[in-house]
């Protein structure tokens, strides 16, 4: 049976109000939680975007629950050795243990100090690259390391946890799937996809950890959740790589104006249907994930952790 955890959304709510449901979801009886990492939200409506290492900070100090990054890009905005610094310091401070997760990153996020946006082949190289330089330093041995895209010298973590930080790698095509099974200790990928599980099991995978994602929005009216999805969260429906090449949150507002309700009504879990949400999250168990995620999208939190308390998650761990 998998885990269940929260998933805190640092795009659309500001630190306190994470910590906050962090403390929730930890008496709601969630496992483990995860954390976005931006440096903008997707859109002006979700409004918020702090910085994720502040907040895993006072995570720490909150809860007792395993955290991780869902995801950190560590390949151009900011560079691996400062990553690792950071990472190093939040598995020493996090009680529950911390997972650091690892993806290629998008331009929204990325872009913002002037450089080039690579293509996808080039992120892939320069992620592999910025894991083997933080492991490096994971180490706490000092770190000279002159490469393709990252040039570290002289560099020591004297901070840094009694065990090496697993590192999880963001996949959601064959090639960053492949790079997952090589090299990560763990794969996170945010589709119910059994197919993608099984070639990362395939390729090396075998039984390091499989984590994944879902959205939904509790509340009492269904039409009025779908509503809220589309104002917030309508750029998860664009198609293609449009998510990876955007530079800005008014470029994905004109871009989600292709997004209509009813499209929002096939693909997210809104209301209160008990059925629905558990049958959302089995997914991920019968296409082979060992942990899930969910965030809530809706301003009704308290009853959302509730919800969770006394309706779906007794269902999930009965179906275990």
């Given amino acids: 049976m998998p885990e269940y955890g929260y998933f805190l959304s640092c795009e659309q709510y500001g630190p306190a109000e994470l910590i906050e449901q962090a403390r929730m979801a930890e008496q709601a009886g969630f496992q483990a939680l995860w954390i976005s990492d931006h440096f903008h939200p997707w859109n002006d409506e979700q409004g918020q975007s702090p910085f994720v290492w502040s907040v895993i900070g006072a995570l ?3 809860v007792s629950l395993p955290v991780g990054t869902a995801v950190t890009c560590p390949t151009v905005r900011t560079h691996p050795a400062v990553v690792a610094h950071a990472a190093a310091t939040s598995a020493v401070m996090s009680p529950g243990g911390f997972r650091l997760g690892v993806g290629t990153g998008e331009a929204l996020n990325e872009h913002i100090l002037g450089d080039h946006w690579p293509p996808a082949h080039v992120r892939l190289e320069m992620l592999e690259e910025a894991i083997q330089v933080m492991r490096r330093l994971f180490s706490g041995e000092e770190v000279n390391h002159h490469g393709t895209h990252y040039t570290v010298e002289n560099a020591r973590l004297y ?6 930080i697993p590192i999880d790698i963001s996949g959601f095509g064959p090639a960053a799937t492949k790079l997952a099974a090589r090299v990560g200790d763990g794969y996170i990928t945010m589709m119910p996809d059994a197919s993608m599980v099984e070639q990362y099991r395939k390729g090396g995978g075998g039984g390091k950890p499989v984590s994944g994602g879902t959205k939904v929005c509790y509340g009492i009216d269904r039409e009025e959740c779908v509503r809220t999805v589309h104002r ?18 008014k470029h994905f507002e004109r871009a989600q104006t292709l997004v209509t309700e009813d499209m929002v009504r096939e693909s997210r879990v809104c209301g209160d249907d008990v059925d629905e949400h558990v049958a959302e999250l089995r997914r991920f168990a019968e ?3 060992d942990r899930v995620y969910v965030n809530q999208i809706g301003p009704d939190m308290r009853g959302f952790f509730d919800f969770y308390r006394t309706k779906v998650l007794p269902q999930l761990q009965q179906a275990g």
């Fill in 60 to 62: 720490s100090e909150a």
């Fill in 159 to 164: 901070t840094v946890p009694d065990r090496p």
């Fill in 232 to 249: 917030l969260w309508a750029n998860e429906q664009l198609p293609g790589e449009l998510s990876q090449v955007l530079p800005s949150p």
């Fill in 287 to 289: 296409a082979g994930f």
